[in-house]
Nanobody
Framework: QVQLVESGGGLVQPGGSLRLSCAIS????????MGWYRQAPGKSREWVAD???????RHVDSVRGRFTISRDTAGNTVSLQMNSLKVEDPAVYYC?????????????WGQGTQVTVSS
């Protein structure tokens, strides 16, 4: 099992910055990818960014150049630095971790952290 706990959400003005962190614990040795999704009210959950155990990262077009995903070398923390926040960025942000098992990949989700952008 893997446990994920997000932190760092809050209220910020347009153009401001926030840094989300996700602490990962449990059976982390087989985790090969970590990432972030978000879900705004009335909308489907949206993939935001992910990063592999090798360090390769991807970001959705709408946040590329503004958000940066990173992970620590131990592989037990993944962060999302969010700069130049826009009014379309508010959502609940969820951390994910994908783990390889003998029966196939497993995905774990955090409980989510709220990001609000308002003046």
């Amino acid at each position: 099992q893997v446990q994920l706990v997000e932190s760092g959400g809050g209220l910020v003005q347009p153009g401001g910055s926030l840094r989300l962190s996700c602490a990962i614990s449990g059976s982390i040795s087989s985790i090969y990818k970590m990432g972030w999704y978000r879900q705004a009210p009335g909308k489907s959950r949206e993939w935001v960014a992910d990063i592999t155990s090798g360090g390769g990262s991807r970001h959705v077009d709408s946040v590329r150049g503004r958000f940066t995903i990173s992970r620590d070398t131990a592989g037990n923390t993944v962060s999302l630095q969010m700069n130049s926040l826009k009014v379309e960025d508010p959502a609940v942000y969820y951390c994910i971790a994908d783990r390889a098992t003998n029966t196939g990949p497993e995905r774990y989700w955090g409980q989510g952290t709220q990001v609000t952008v308002s003046s």
